[in-house]
């Protein structure tokens, strides 16, 4: 999996372009670093360029998506399961849309451009969804009270999947993107670049945060109690600003190239390993395979493991193989080295973790989506002056129990983890994933009891009147979705961090960006997998004699035992990652066994008492 020498393109007036190729194209160590020093790294000082963009494209994308269930229903008058199938068929493309971006990102374009294009596609996006809300013929016809109600015609849903689909590409591309183009900003062989590059971190997320919370309050506020096309508005402006704030420092920032795609390496040692399957394995691994690692190799150099033994065959040097001057091989489709087989090895063993990580997400998914019917359907009420907090504005409670609960992991349970177990990081990544997805099997089992006793109390006791075109409210306070809401935050606290470090740590180095995409992508399976469940449940209950787990008016829905269907799922699941956990090897390089995932011997005290 090797790739070419970095290159980078400025486009500074006073500085002409630069690549470590063109300037003397030496594959040395020596030249690279020279060329290295070329560079401007500007840190700081591009910074409110980019995190200024980051601000408003966040608040603008989020603002945009974060009530569209809603819009959905109410302004498209799509019934509540076509909604949250859609909502869930256009997250998973945008999750799946990464893999592509990344791709397209490492192998053509490089970052810059790709978010070039992704900016300006979500701005257009966020556009053409305005304009659905703005222009009377592209939305049906008002609802009001009606009980029926006239849907969409084909052009109005070929515009609004038109803005959908810019969205996608917009969101597909700046996610895989975003955080690696700012910490390129910064010189990572200098003390203050590295001390750059964690504050660059540290200041991502907050605005992530930060923008999720406008957009599920303010933002969200506007749009079901002022005006959709008002509250649409808003994030256009917004995106508008975050290209202009992009572009404006377009001459200042250092531009990474595409350097060539990691995926060639990994089919080079499929395609020579299936080539070579009639060879009989060698006795000595360590000595007898082919292992010639170049000079300026980016990956860490890692040992020799005994699983998926067939791929060894790839470095298994035969009479037919030729090497070069330098002793690469002269074909790399047939003869790969014992270190490009090893990668491949990381890559596999991550599979099954990631793919119960997918799994888990799923109660991510569904938690995004119908507590918001639930809240439609409960006491929005706050306090005497009869405010009503939005039914989308109640995911909020997710976020917020996510980051209240990071700053509880960071500041009480690593120390107190730390003593018990002499980790620095308090337990391993594999158990902090695992404690996450258990939090999420105990949220939806919260989330059944509650939505048991929020329709008990609708059909028993008086109601607050009627949620048009859904049914009658429930005296029950919506306040009682917290605890679900916050439980999943607590899983979120736990798998997607622990999640985004396990790949950034297993990976090899040179895959790092694919490693970001593979998180969303999961993210991806999920919501396509809840959107499957979602029509699978609604079909085969419709008619039963019990009625429709997923009916329109909740009252008459049995949307709790759903709830409990999926907490059985995600139980399995997480019987699944324990064993699959129990089996994992973390990735070891050969410096003295120090571990590439720099843990202070977490993987030797994990490999060696066989467990997660």
């Known amino acids: 999996m090797e790739r070419k020498p970095l290159e980078v393109e400025t486009t500074n007036e ?33 910074m409110p360029f980019i995190i200024g963009n980051e601000t408003f494209e966040k608040i603008g994308i989020i603002g945009t998506l974060s009530n569209l269930l809603v819009y959905l229903t109410q302004v498209f008058n799509l019934k509540k399961y076509t909604a949250a199938t859609i909502i869930n068929a256009f997250s998973g493309t945008i999750n799946f849309g990464t893999f592509l971006a990344a791709f397209l990102c490492d192998t053509y374009f490089g970052r ?67 955080l690696a183009f700012g910490a390129d900003q910064f010189n990572p062989k200098s003390e203050s670049g590295k001390k750059g590059i964690n504050s660059f971190f540290n200041w991502y997320f907050f605005t992530f945060t930060f923008a999720q919370i406008i957009s599920l309050t303010l933002v969200v506020y506007i749009q079901s109690n002022v005006s959709w096309t008002i509250g649409l508005i808003i994030p256009v402006a917004l995106m508008f600003l975050a290209c202009v704030i992009f572009f404006a420092g377009h001459k200042l920032y250092v531009k990474v190239k595409a350097s060539g ?35 300026n190799y980016a990956n860490l150099n890692l040992k020799y493991t005994d699983q998926f033994r067939f791929l060894d065959k790839a470095a298994i040097m035969t009479p037919e193989d030729k090497l070069n001057s330098d002793g690469t091989a002269s074909d790399p489709w047939k003869l790969c080295t014992m ?40 006491d929005r009420r706050l306090g005497s002056g009869g405010f009503k ?32 177990t002499g980790l620095d990081t308090g337990i391993t990544l594999l158990q902090r994933i695992g404690a996450g997805i258990f939090f999420a099997v105990l949220s939806l089992l919260v989330s059944g009891f509650i939505e048991e006793r929020r329709r008990s109390i609708a059909l028993t006791k008086q109601t607050l009147g009627m949620e048009p075109r859904t049914g009658e409210i429930s005296s029950m306070s919506a306040m ?35 490693a970001g995409s593979i998180f969303y992508v999961g993210a991806g399976v999920s919501s396509y997998l809840a959107s499957f469940l979602i029509s699978t449940v609604h079909r085969t209950t419709e008619h039963s004699p019990s009625g429709n787990w997923l009916a329109e008016d909740l009252n008459k829905a049995k949307l709790d035992y759903f709830y409990f269907m999926l907490t059985g799922l995600m139980s399995v699941n997480m019987v699944y990652f324990l064993i699959m956990a129990k089996f994992y090897r973390y990735k070891i390089t050969d410096d003295k066994g120090i571990s590439a995932i720099e843990t202070n011997g977490e993987e030797t005290k994990q490999q060696d008492k066989n467990s997660v």
Request: proline share 7%; aromatic share 12%; glycine share 8%.
């Open 14 to 46: 006073d500085q002409k372009p630069y690549s470590a190729v063109d300037g003397g194209g030496s594959d040395s160590v020596d030249s690279f670093d020279e060329d290295q020093k070329k560079l401007v790294y500007r840190g700081w000082k591009v």
């Open 112 to 178: 810059y451009k790709t978010l070039s294009v992704a900016v300006v596609a979500c701005f257009l996006g966020s556009l053409a969804i305005l304009l659905t809300a703005a222009v009377p013929g592209l939305h049906p016809t008002p609802c009001g009270t009606k009980s029926s109600c006239e849907g969409p015609d084909v052009g109005q849903i070929a515009f609004l999947l038109l803005g959908l689909a810019l969205l996608v590409v917009g969101a597909g591309g700046i996610r895989p993107c975003n």
């Open 261 to 295: 795609s990691p995926l060639a390496g990994i089919a080079r040692v499929i395609a020579a390993a299936i080539s070579k399957r009639g060879l009989k394995p060698v006795k000595q691994p360590c000595v007898d395979l082919y292992n010639h690692i170049p000079p």
């Open 339 to 378: 270190q490009q087989v090893e990668e491949v090895k990381c890559i596999i063993r991550v599979i099954p973790i990631w793919f119960a990580c997918a799994i888990y997400y799923l109660s991510i998914s569904i938690q995004m989506t119908y507590p918001v019917f639930q809240a439609q359907q409960s």
């Open 389 to 420: 907090i939005p039914a989308a504005t109640y995911v909020v409670f997710l976020m917020s129990g996510m980051t209240v609960f990071i700053i509880f992991y960071d500041r009480v349970l690593v120390p107190s983890f730390k003593r018990l």
């Open 480 to 514: 009682w979705l917290v605890p679900q809401l916050a439980l999943a935050g607590i899983a979120e606290a736990f798998t997607a961090i622990g999640q985004m470090e396990f790949y950034y740590k297993q990976f090899p180095e040179n895959m790092r960006s694919f």
